[in-house]
């Protein structure tokens, strides 16, 4: 017998022909469901997180109600910390009882064992699998060293971290270093994790990222990032880097082994492509604005995005996490529209038209 295919969305970030251009949303398990919204007020976040039998039923709510391609687990990019001794809450983003200030601080971190630590990871994800449509994709995440040591550094959330770990970049680089060598070994572990629980593809959130110049982003956010994706790499999962407003950045991104490049609005997905040489995946990018305009609007600007993106290796997305107050109405417009206008895209590219 011949081996199953592989998802659609799998199969998309792998750069093989497709039968439609296939979608996610950022953030799909989230606030702008109201049964999203019940379900946090009755549990909260880190409960919901942490449970299996709630994160399962926060990971299918969106799989539920619209006809997308892939399932992100529920989570959070700063789990991995609950079993680092950081003394990790939520009120309602991350807060952290003591950040980190020295090189001691750094070395007292525990090292992450997944499966002791965040073993409840694990099980949502083998949960999930067999809930989940035929052909739908599980996805795992994480985020980025760098990303994840702002917050380290920083004790909490807003852009203030970005300027915490800069200032340490330039006044104790040494220590810096340190951190995120110990971040991206954690990840390594915890993505791992991810996939042997039946995780198809996963996405690193390179969130802060974006704010490095080139020059610094090749010296302390690009090696760490190279680290993971070789760490995982063994096992075959396609991994989606989410690099957001970077254009100086894509073609070192696309240089990290990763599969596919996420990027946000304001990169044109024919620019990304050009800059990136065609070696990678693109994942994007509508506006999630353009989700509060007419359904008319909506359609528009997602064929736009299809049309400039092409049929091989594209996922579409939007260019960032969707927005809490977002209806409901607008992403089913949208969906809708990826499927009608994929769906001609790839005919037409089959066909051998335009790619």
């Known amino acids: 017998m011949s081996a199953p295919k592989a998802p ?7 750069g093989e022909p497709v039968e439609r251009i296939p979608a996610w949303v950022m953030r799909q398990a989230g606030r702008y469901l109201p049964e999203y919204r019940a379900l946090k007020e009755r549990h909260g976040f ?20 619209f006809p997308l391609d892939g399932a992100i687990l529920f989570s959070d990019i700063m789990t991995p910390l609950l079993g680092m001794g950081v003394g990790l809450r939520f ?27 965040t073993g409840f990871v694990a099980e949502t994800l083998r ?11 599980l996805l795992g995440f994480a985020g980025s060293p760098f990303t994840v040591a702002s917050y380290l550094v920083s004790g909490g959330g807003g852009k ?9 970049m330039y006044a104790d680089p040494d220590t810096l270093h340190l951190l995120l060598g110990a971040v991206a070994e954690a990840t390594v572990a915890y993505l791992r994790m991810q996939i042997e629980a039946g995780a198809d593809a996963v996405q690193i959130f390179d ?11 090749q010296a302390v956010d690009q090696p760490h990032i190279e680290r993971i994706v070789d760490g995982i790499s063994d096992l075959g999962a396609p991994v989606i880097l989410y690099c957001g407003g970077a254009p100086h950045q894509l073609e070192d991104a696309a240089a990290t082994g990763v599969d596919a490049l996420s990027v946000d609005h304001r990169v044109p997905m024919n620019e990304a492509r050009a800059a ?15 989700l509060f305009g007419p359904r008319e609007r909506v359609e528009e600007e997602t064929e736009r995005v299809l049309l400039q993106a092409g049929a091989r290796g594209t996922v579409f997305n939007l260019g960032h ?24 895209i790839c005919a037409r590219a089959a066909a051998g038209g335009a790619r």
């Open 207 to 217: 969130t802060w990222g974006p704010l490095l110049s080139r020059r610094e982003y």
């Open 127 to 137: 949960r999930v699998k067999p809930q989940l449509p035929e052909g739908v994709a």
């Open 46 to 65: 880190l409960r919901m997180m942490s449970e299996p039998d709630l994160a399962v039923e926060t990971t299918l709510q969106p799989i539920r109600r």
């Open 321 to 344: 996490g969707i927005w809490p107050t977002t209806p409901v109405e607008a992403v089913e417009g949208m969906l809708a529209t990826v499927r009608s206008t994929g769906e001609r």
């Open 276 to 290: 990136t040489g065609g070696e990678v995946a693109l994942q994007g990018n509508l506006d999630p604005a353009v």
């Open 8 to 14: 659609l969305l799998v199969r998309a970030l792998r």
């Open 160 to 168: 203030g971290e970005a300027q915490a770990i800069r200032r340490m």
């Open 91 to 117: 009120d309602p983003g991350p807060v952290l009882d003591r950040p980190l200030a020295t090189r001691a601080d750094v070395e007292s971190l525990r090292p992450l064992d997944p499966h002791r630590d």
